[in-house]
């Protein structure tokens, strides 16, 4: 007998409901709060279930919730020594649209539960249940720094709002952001006044500032538009710029205590990721916790769904649509993605002969870094796969089919009738089908 586990958590509790296979409820929906006497509950209820038949198997399902669903799990996990019981965690994604499907118009803690439940009976053969997790620690601290990286950026958006008020001038400096001698500069006179006041022979000590550029910033100063000039503005644009250089400094000394695990653990996937001249320490790191077990992806085209870069194409009508990257899912993983490509457009010469490739075609640039990017990911999919180290003559395609001269490829869907341009069809769809007709005839060997 197989019974079903769903869960729906919330923050502090959880709401669970099992079923068999047949979707017939055995246990009626329960609640539970997050804490150590309701985790021993739920075993109790799970092991006098199984009591009933030794060779009965439960599998649970709990859905992500950006980490309150982490405890039940980890329990779920330790339950696996005594019980016969296995556990995942679905993507809500799937779960939401599944709801959708079953037309569910009221939605509470206990039908989620259920719906949980009933998507892991409809979809078991495709749910990866989860396995003893290597990367862990790294996760949480990936998220640690993504988390920093965030702070700062509202950070940098903050001084720029301040800074166009009290020096709009020097924001000529910044097209791409602060630079650090800006940053320095602003710690030290953080408005126009200040600035206006300063020395050319103070200002040349600073790093990057010559004497010619510590002569235009005191001359866009003394003739600036700021409309703010006093100690409060001073002290928050200061205040700002010290928590931006002590997140920078936080930031670096994890990723250098990330990678310096690493290289003590001696994770072999680490090392043949970075194989790949493109790929640094720290991506592959990124990489890797993005991917978990390469074995959850049977092609490399799961890979890449899974990373939101398959193609999409919609086709309906009279209306074509070209193909565009579908960015399903999470950005963060495509972000590690694409800063690689980026890197290996300029390092590797097998991504710069295929991106040059894709720019001849006409592509645009940003169309050929995603195409680069879809490229970098079934090679890293390879590498995993196969165990090996980056070779860029296996990972060179350039062999491509060339038809026979007078062989056309035709539309399948049409192999019941031939287009027939006399059917009442639109006029865009007329021309196309006289179109067709006559790259037919003209293809016709005489």
């Known amino acids: 007998m197989n019974y079903y586990l769903g869960g729906d958590v919330s923050k502090g509790y959880c709401d669970f409901i099992i079923l068999d296979k047949s979707k017939k409820v055995i246990e009626q929906g329960f609640q539970l709060d997050d804490t150590k006497e309701s985790h021993t509950i739920l075993y109790n209820i799970l092991a006098s279930l199984l009591k009933k038949e030794s060779s009965s198997v439960i599998y649970a399902a709990i859905e992500s919730t950006g980490s309150y669903e982490n405890n039940w799990v980890k329990s779920i996990q330790k339950f696996q020594l005594t019980l016969n019981i296995h556990i995942a965690r679905l993507n809500p994604y799937g779960v939401s649209h599944s709801s959708k499907a079953n037309m569910e118009r009221i939605i509470t ?56 008020n009290s020096f709009p001038e020097i924001l000529t400096f910044c097209k791409n952001g602060f630079p650090n001698w800006v940053l320095e500069l602003l710690l030290n006179y953080p408005t126009a006044e200040r600035v206006s006041r300063a020395r050319v022979k103070t200002l040349s000590k600073m ?45 670096a000394s994890q990723k250098k205590m990330m990678t310096n695990s690493v290289s003590k653990e001696n994770l072999p996937e680490v090392q043949l990721l970075t194989s790949f001249k493109g790929i640094g320490d720290y991506s592959a790191i990124g990489l890797i916790i993005e991917i978990g077990s390469v074995d959850r992806f049977a092609t490399s085209k799961q ?69 680069i990017m879809h490229k970098i990911l079934r090679i890293v999919y390879g590498m995993l796969k196969n165990n090996e180290s980056y070779n860029p003559e296996k990972d060179r395609n350039d062999t491509k089919v060339v038809h026979e001269l007078g062989q056309k490829k035709t539309d399948n869907t049409r192999r019941h009738q031939d287009y027939d341009i006399y059917a009442p069809i639109s006029s865009r769809q007329s021309r196309k089908r006289t179109m067709i007709k006559k790259e037919l005839e003209l293809n016709v060997p005489k």
């Open 207 to 251: 790093p990057y500032i010559t004497n010619e550029k510590a002569e235009i910033l005191i001359s866009k100063a003394q003739r600036s538009v700021a409309s703010e000039n006093n100690s409060t503005i001073e002290g928050i644009i200061k205040s700002i710029i010290e928590q931006i250089i002590g997140l920078d400094k936080t930031i």
């Open 109 to 164: 803690d206990q039908i989620s539960a259920r719906t949980v439940a009933e998507y892991l009976i409809n979809y078991q053969p495709k749910i990866r249940f989860i396995e003893e997790d290597n990367f862990s620690t790294l996760r949480r601290q990936w998220k640690y720094i993504s988390l920093l990286k965030k702070q700062k950026v509202q950070f940098y958006g903050q001084l720029e709002s301040l800074v166009y």
């Open 303 to 371: 890979l890449a769904s899974y990373f939101g870069l398959h193609p999409v194409f919609k086709k309906s009508g009279d209306g074509t649509y070209a193909m565009r990257m579908s960015k399903k899912g999470r950005t963060s993983p495509r972000e590690i993605l694409f800063n690689v490509a980026f890197t290996a457009i300029r390092d590797n010469e097998l991504i710069k002969e295929i991106y040059a490739r894709h720019l001849k075609k006409g592509m645009s640039k940003m169309a050929a870094i995603g195409a």
